[in-house]
T-cell receptor
Framework: DTAVSQTPKYLVTQMGNDKSIKCEQNLGHDTMYWYKQDSKKFLKIMFSYNNKELIINETVPNRFSPKSPDKAHLNLHINSLELGDSAVYFC?????????????FGPGTRLLVL | GNSVTQMEGPVTLSEEAFLTINCTYTATGYPSLFWYVQYPGEGLQLLLKATKADDKGSNKGFEATYRKETTSFHLEKGSVQVSDSAVYFCALSPSGAGSYQLTFGKGTKLSVIP
């Protein structure tokens, strides 16, 4: 069974469109995350949720809106896509959000904005 | 703020060569330190971690020791294999409850040739 899954795996779309990426974890974790990996492989936190509550919201344009319908899901909706949004987006989860915990990553969603 | 600096890649080694990837960090207190690995086309997975000074993390022949005095967590392996080809990320997280994020280095791409 896949621990952290994301859909879709690839997403190609036009500038100005709205798109969503879904993430689900079956590990029973309370904390979920979204990270963005740019073309140079640099990874940066975007959002953290704990028990469906937003904990961290880094300097991300408000075109990005995370939604957590329950503890097992954290979806990412992106409005008015721009060329610079092209990247790989990773979802992750951990038990409680404590610093020493391992984070478990999904396979990534490769977004290409044309 | 917290930051992680790791050696720039790419690193190319012959099979059975010795590997060192340097990682230093800046953080207050006693963060937890991690090495994550990303194989081509996949998400990140934990390679090893250490949560307090002088701890040694080890896995799959890789080792790293948490050095508080030099704020370092260098990754080593005595004899690399072609299957070790991947991107390696050093990361830190403030320890304890309520951390909710990892701060990553920029990643080091390792290529091992037969």
């Amino acid at each position: 069974d896949t621990a952290v899954s994301q859909t879709p795996k690839y997403l190609v779309t036009q500038m100005g469109n709205d798109k969503s990426i879904k993430c689900e974890q079956n590990l029973g974790h309370d904390t979920m995350y979204w990270y963005k990996q740019d073309s140079k492989k640099f990874l940066k936190i975007m959002f953290s949720y704990n028990n469906k509550e937003l904990i961290i919201n880094e300097t991300v344009p408000n075109r990005f809106s995370p939604k957590s319908p329950d503890k097992a899901h954290l979806n990412l909706h992106i409005n008015s896509l721009e060329l610079g949004d092209s990247a790989v987006y990773f979802c992750a989860s951990s038990q409680d959000g404590a610093g020493e915990e391992t984070q478990y990553f999904g396979p990534g969603t490769r977004l290409l904005v044309l | 703020g917290n930051s992680v600096t790791q050696m720039e890649g790419p690193v190319t080694l012959s099979e059975e060569a010795f590997l060192t990837i340097n990682c230093t960090y800046t953080a207050t207190g006693y963060p937890s330190l991690f090495w994550y690995v990303q194989y081509p086309g996949e998400g990140l997975q934990l390679l090893l971690k250490a949560t307090k000074a002088d701890d040694k993390g080890s896995n799959k022949g890789f080792e790293a020791t948490y050095r508080k005095e030099t704020t370092s967590f260098h990754l080593e392996k005595g004899s690399v294999q072609v299957s070790d080809s991947a991107v390696y990320f050093c990361a830190l997280s403030p320890s304890g409850a309520g951390s909710y994020q990892l701060t990553f280095g920029k990643g080091t791409k390792l290529s091992v040739i037969p």
